[in-house]
C-alpha cells in the first residue's frame, strides 16, 4: 500500500479500524511459539475493508483484495504484484518466493475478501505463506467467515484472535460527519437520525451523510437542523416500495 491513510485524512477514527490494527499488531508482536493468523469479520457496510487499508498503512503490510473469480494461482500473483516482484510462473515457486519475502521484510500481509477463498476450496495456500514465512496474516471477512473455516481444522486451528467487527456507534457517526462533512454542521439530534436508519453500517452512515451535505448546499446552509431535514427519507439499506 502506498497511501499513508493517517496523513491523507480520509479515514474518521472509527471502532473497527482500531479493532483492526490492534489485532495485527498483536499477531505481529506474539510470542514465536504461537500461531500468527487473526481473523477479522462481520456483516457488510461495517467498515472492515477501510479499516484494512487503514492498518495496512499504519503497519507496512502487503494487501490483497479477493476476487471471486480466483484461484491458488490468481491469488499468489496478486500477491507478487502487490510485492513487485515478478511471477515465476509456478506455484510452487511462488510460494517459495512469497514466504521469503514474507520472512526477510518482516512484513504482515493482510487478506481481504476471504470469503472468497473459503468458496473456492484455496484457503490452504494461505495457511502454507504463514507456514513457510512465520509472517503475521490479518483475514477480512463477512460474519459466516468463522463457520466456513471450520472445515480446514489445520487452517482454524492456526487462528491466534478471531475479532468480530463491532455496528457503528454515535461516536463513529460524529467522527464520519466530521470527516466527510466539514464544511456543514449537521446536528446532533439529526445525527441521531442518521445514526438510528443506519442500523450500525459505516456505509449506511456515510451515504446519508452524504444526502444531508448536498441537501444543506443546494439549499445554500451552513449547518443543518432535523427540522430542516424535514420528512425527506434516509438510507436504510432497503429498496424503496414499488409504486402502484
Not at 500500500?1 to 474518521?12: E, G, L, P, R
Not at 510470542?31 to 475493508?49: D, I, T
Not at 487452517?155 to 454515535?170: G, K, T
Not at 456505509?203 to 443543518?224: F, K, L, S
Request: contains cysteine; proline residues 5%; glycine residues 6%.
Amino acid at each position: 500500500m502506498t497511501v499513508n491513510a493517517q496523513s491523507s485524512n480520509t479515514v474518521a477514527a472509527l471502532a473497527n479500524v482500531a479493532l483492526c490494527h490492534s489485532a495485527l499488531e498483536a499477531a505481529m508482536k506474539r510470542p514465536a511459539h504461537l500461531p500468527g493468523m487473526v481473523c477479522m469479520y462481520g456483516p457488510a457496510g461495517f467498515g472492515k475493508s477501510t479499516a484494512a487499508a487503514y492498518t495496512a498503512n499504519k503497519t507496512g503490510a502487503y494487501y490483497i483484495e479477493c476476487k471471486s473469480t480466483w484461484s491458488r494461482k490468481a491469488v499468489l500473483q496478486a500477491i507478487l504484484k502487490e510485492m513487485g516482484l515478478p511471477d515465476t510462473g509456478t506455484i510452487y515457486g511462488m510460494t517459495d518466493q512469497i514466504c521469503e519475502q514474507l520472512a526477510c521484510s518482516e512484513r504482515p500481509l493482510i487478506v481481504d475478501e476471504m470469503d472468497y477463498l473459503a468458496e473456492k476450496k484455496v484457503v490452504e495456500i494461505i495457511r502454507d505463506l504463514h507456514e513457510g514465512s512465520g509472517a503475521a496474516i490479518l483475514l477480512i471477512g463477512e460474519e459466516r467467515l468463522p463457520k466456513k473455516l471450520e472445515r480446514w481444522e489445520r487452517f482454524h486451528s492456526r487462528i491466534l484472535d478471531w475479532v468480530p467487527a463491532q455496528p457503528a456507534d454515535f461516536k463513529d457517526c460524529l467522527s464520519l460527519a466530521k470527516l466527510y462533512c466539514p464544511e456543514i454542521e449537521i446536528e446532533s439530534n439529526l445525527l441521531e437520525k442518521v445514526y438510528k436508519a443506519s442500523d450500525g453500517s459505516v456505509r449506511r452512515i456515510c451515504v446519508n451523510i452524504e444526502q444531508i451535505r448536498t441537501e444543506a448546499v443546494n439549499m445554500g446552509y451552513d449547518e443543518i437542523t432535523l427540522e430542516d431535514w424535514g420528512t425527506r427519507p434516509l438510507y436504510t439499506g432497503s429498496a424503496p416500495a414499488r409504486r402502484l
